[in-house]
């Protein structure tokens, strides 16, 4: 762990690769010893809510304890809420069938202590921009419950400005591994998860740029950014 999480109150927005605007987001986040909370939300123009509360601990590297996400609304296939508690294992899936039946997967899963669900966007700001790749575990579910790898992989420097202040952003490529017969066939027939674009801008305080990738499994490709504020 290169750098110490605290504090954050940030606002971001979600477009389409046009530009079009999706969703605006408020992301915040508390720091009480080395247990952090982080409580991101989207809210969609058309009522869909995306919500993500992940508490993890940070002694000497980033650890996951809980993480709670929610989707619900008609930007997304079916609404879906899954609880993952990383020191027992237990994932639980809640989720509504297309005839409207809901169904709920309970089970325990050997979690590896990388997995992370909820911590994307911290751990990015935390990658050596050096390391040729880094890999970390998650749970995704489709819906399903599934341990899958993302490896992270720098792809250079970019720049970009910020009214007259110039600046250089990391460029990384997040893969999902999906590894064994599944991931062969996966390959095969052509449903391998997209691919997620971040920016990081580096230095002594390396903060979150942009993303470009699906928001859940399955999803659509859309851009997250950082939010301007409006004339008051």
Do not use: C
């Amino acid at each position: 762990m290169r750098h110490t999480e605290g504090l954050i109150h940030g606002f971001l927005v979600v477009r389409t690769l046009e530009g079009k605007a999706l969703a605006d987001g408020q992301m915040t986040q508390d720091a009480q010893g080395d247990r952090v909370t982080n409580h991101l939300i989207f809210r969609f123009k058309d009522g869909s809510i995306y919500e993500d509360t992940t508490v993890f601990s940070q002694r000497g590297t980033f650890r996951l304890l809980s993480d709670h996400l929610s989707l619900r609304g008609p930007s997304f296939k079916q609404p879906v809420d899954t609880s993952i508690n990383a020191s027992t294992g237990q994932v639980k899936v809640r989720y509504t069938e297309d005839k409207g039946k809901e169904k709920v997967i309970a089970q325990r899963m050997e979690l590896p202590p990388d997995v992370a669900n909820g911590l994307l966007f911290t751990l990015m700001k935390d990658v050596k921009p050096s390391a040729p790749r880094t890999t970390v575990s998650m749970v995704a579910t489709t819906p399903k419950p599934r341990l899958v790898k993302l490896a992270i992989l720098p792809q250079g420097d970019e720049q970009f400005t910020i009214g007259s202040f110039h600046h250089k952003a990391m460029h990384y490529l997040v893969k999902v591994e999906i590894g064994g017969v599944t991931g062969f066939l996966a390959r095969l027939m052509g449903k391998q998860p997209a691919d997620t674009h971040v920016w990081v801008l580096g230095g002594e305080a390396p903060a979150f740029v942009k993303a470009e990738g699906p928001l859940y499994v399955g999803g659509p490709i859309w851009r997250i950014q950082l939010a301007s504020a409006g004339l008051f």
